[in-house]
């Protein structure tokens, strides 16, 4: 069976979306009658990882689990770049000493065949002739794979140069001059480039086309099931980052005075643990999280007015463009401590600006089902090579 692999960002959104897409690509595959894919998952995360990745995809796993594997050595090397464990600055000063040497390696650990390992922790090799095609998600790295495809809501290149006329980026400008070609080489290797919208710029209107093989989409994240809406009372969900170090974005949610849902019910005394998808309850009246645009969609597609914390200067710049452009397009409000009155307010404004938005996509695309748009664009691409 061959395989594709996925090459992510940091965080616990873009290897999500990327696995998500991978089986919208075989979905698609499977309706046509063709066969489906191994997905290869860098590791990163270790156990947390593996307990989100059963939680979102436990179906699939239990059902044909040997179709997700997990790959240990690239998510090491993938780890090493990812910003997190080091404020941005910082990652971007490693990243920029560590590039050459990194895509070296990878790049011999691909040549040498990688090594999948199934949820239930059987070794499965997978030789590199074996492998078709990447999908990526705003990546640090390139993998030897061709075809390779970029998905996004922007690019990290174009990110940086916006953040270069930014005051309020603290990040060096020295650095991020240096740090810039670096993206740019690795965005010119992929055969499509799918930037989803709403992202980072889409405050601007439209823009030019960075390159031929650009195609805008529909968020591409999974469209919300039905959620449980069983004893869940009025109150706030509050999403929190899976980047250490910035849960203290998080701290001011309980003075709102909602009770709170939340992923990580450590973090606030007397919250109870739920998972995103209660977001679409009648009775969850706010989401708060940091901006990325996974969260951003889900607020989006259940019309629940989204919050978000004040761009934190260690954040990656993309959060300070994101905020900007959420305000700006009344998709969202930065949290800084208004009363909860305020935020219900908001509430009306935000829902019927989600609902202009929503009703734009469709006509402009036909769905708002990224996913199955992006995976059907992708299949047409390779099955014509």
């Known amino acids: ?194 930037i989803a919208e709403p992202g980072t710029f889409s405050y601007l209107g439209e823009r030019p086309l960075r390159y031929q093989s650009e195609i805008s989409t529909p968020p591409n994240a999974a469209l919300p099931p039905r959620p449980d809406c069983r004893r869940i009372e009025k109150g706030l969900y509050v999403t929190v980052t899976g980047i250490p170090g910035l849960d203290h974005l998080f701290r001011e949610a309980s003075k709102i005075g909602l009770q709170i849902y939340t992923n990580k019910p450590d973090l606030f005394p007397g919250s109870r643990k739920a998972s995103p998808g209660i977001i679409g309850c009648r009775n969850i009246l706010l989401h708060l999280a940091r901006s990325g645009w996974g969260a951003v969609w889900l607020s989006l597609f259940h019309l629940v007015p989204f919050i978000t914390p004040e761009y934190d200067k260690d954040d990656d710049p993309e959060i300070y463009f994101n905020n900007l452009c959420l305000e700006k397009m009344g998709l969202g409000q930065t949290y800084r401590g208004q009363p909860l009155q305020e935020l219900l307010e908001f509430g009306r404004e935000y829902r019927k600006n989600a609902e202009d938005v929503k009703e734009s996509l469709i006509e402009k695309y036909g769905t708002l089902d990224g996913l199955k748009y992006t995976a059907q664009k992708i299949i047409e691409h390779y099955s014509n090579l």
């Open 1 to 194: 069976m061959p395989s594709l692999v996925l090459n992510f960002a940091y965080g616990t959104g873009p290897f999500l979306r990327t696995v998500e897409l991978a089986l919208a690509i075989n979905d698609c595959l499977e309706q046509a009658g063709r066969a489906r894919f191994k997905i290869l998952v860098p590791w990163v995360y270790g156990e947390k990882q593996k307990q989100i990745m059963r939680e979102e995809f436990g179906e699939i796993i239990d059902r044909k689990p040997e179709e997700i594997l997990l790959e240990k050595a690239l998510g090491n090397y993938l780890k090493s770049f990812f910003f997190g464990e080091k404020n941005y600055e910082a990652s971007l000063e490693y990243y920029l000493d560590n590039y050459r040497k990194l895509q070296e390696t990878i790049e011999s650990h691909f040549a040498n065949g990688l090594t999948g390992v199934t949820f239930s922790g059987q070794v499965v090799p997978i030789a590199k002739k074996d492998i078709a095609l990447s999908i990526a998600r705003a990546p640090r790295v390139s993998f030897p794979v061709k075809p390779a495809y970029y998905t996004s809501f922007a690019y990290i290149s174009e990110i940086l140069e916006h953040s270069l006329y930014e005051e309020k980026i603290a990040v060096s400008k020295t650095l991020l001059k240096k740090v810039i070609p670096l993206y740019k080489e690795i965005e010119d290797r992929f055969a499509l480039h799918f």
